[in-house]
């Protein structure tokens, strides 16, 4: 009682503080639990709770003002263990009794100014620790409405987050939970990938030193009959993978590849058909072309008739149109039939020389 009362007199006397003063330690944290003070004064002999299992249950509490709260304890015990087993139970100061009344003022102010640098980092953390939660919150969202699979892995394969898209479509939701998922051995839930080009990808990006490196890989899965395409990213923790159900998309490139192929063979036929009638017209003409220059060698001494070689002349010029027409036309044909090559990386383009005169010339003249 007189300690008491010479604390508060000195405390008192020239400084604004406000005192609480308390017979019992039960009694301090009852008021404390409900109106956390600034610092807590206490003896280390009290009845029903000694100092040290003062600061125990100050520093232990669930409220968090409270648990920051900067307590010197007094003592007229000097030896070093007492002291060490009153700062290892969380006290900020112990001062031994007798004490000059400027040394507890300046001890006092000290934890003042303690409390304050602990405030502010309290207001700090639990800012910070909203600003996470609201970014954690936002981030789960995301992955919660992300229709691709998402999972991340730790070092040690296990997971550490898996979304509803990632359950649904590796078909887990049949047999385990999300909470039983997380913590568990991706290698243990899925033994068969084992020797899997997935499974190889994740160990290699694993044992690069590259963190911010990126992975795309399309692998089928023979349980599901699927395809999957996976991108998987490294970080420090492991690596994350995004999942993608791409069987769609790959049924429709094979029936593209397909329907290329049964185009090009249509192609081929054609070309080959039209073709075939065509060499038996150049052939023909060719032929008939030799026959009439024979047949004008043959008659040339006897042409003495303007009117007979004038005739001549208009077969030679009509039958080399029908040759050029049909070495024309097999040109076309063949530079379909190439296009069709072209598409599938089966043909070389050559390029040649021309004379633009000669070819306008052939034009105009087949087309009349």
């Not at 039960?26 to 003896?43: F, R, Y």
């Not at 027409?325 to 063949?334: G, L």
Request: aromatic fraction near 6%; proline fraction near 3%.
């Amino acid at each position: 009682t007189d300690m008491r009362n010479y604390l508060v007199s000195l405390l008192s006397v020239n400084t604004n503080y406000i005192i609480s003063a308390f017979s019992s330690g039960n009694e301090l944290l009852s008021q404390a639990l409900k109106t956390p003070p600034d610092v807590i004064i206490s003896d280390l002999m009290m009845p029903e709770t000694d100092g040290l299992s003062l600061v125990t249950q100050i520093r232990s509490s669930q409220n968090s003002k409270m648990s920051v709260i900067p307590v010197i304890l007094l003592s007229a015990n000097a030896e070093d263990q007492t002291r060490n087993e009153a700062i290892t139970a969380g006290a900020d100061d112990y001062i031994i009794k007798p004490f000059h009344a400027k040394e507890l003022l300046a001890r006092v102010e000290g934890a003042l100014k303690i409390q304050s640098v602990r405030k502010t980092a309290y207001i700090r953390e639990k800012q910070l620790k909203n600003q996470v939660r609201g970014e954690k919150g936002k981030w789960s969202n995301v992955m919660k409405n992300l229709r691709e699979g998402f999972l991340m892995l730790d070092r040690d394969w296990r997971y550490i987050f898996i979304n509803d898209s990632n359950i649904n479509l590796s078909g887990l939701e049949k047999g385990l939970s999300k909470t039983e998922i997380i913590g568990s051995e991706f290698l243990k839930i899925y033994p068969d990938l084992i020797s899997s080009p997935l499974v190889k990808k994740i160990s290699s990006i694993m044992e690069s030193s590259n963190r911010e490196e990126i992975i795309s890989l399309d692998h089928y899965y023979e349980p599901h009959q699927k395809f999957y395409e996976h991108r998987i990213y490294s970080h420090s923790i492991g690596v994350s993978v995004l999942t993608t159900d791409v069987t769609s998309r790959k049924k429709m490139e094979k029936e593209a590849l397909e329907y290329r192929r049964k185009q090009n063979e249509f192609i081929d036929t054609l070309c080959h058909e039209l073709r075939n009638p065509l060499n038996g017209i150049y052939g023909s003409s060719v032929l008939l072309l030799d026959e009439i220059v024979e047949l004008k060698n043959m008659v040339k001494t006897e042409m003495n008739d303007q009117k007979l070689s004038e005739m001549f002349n208009r077969i030679l010029d009509d039958v080399k149109t029908i040759e050029g027409c049909a070495q024309q036309q097999k040109v076309i044909v063949d530079d379909v039939l190439d296009y069709s090559k072209l598409e599938g990386n089966k043909v070389e383009l050559n390029p040649e020389t021309f004379k633009l005169q000669s070819w306008i010339s052939s034009v105009t003249q087949m087309s009349g």
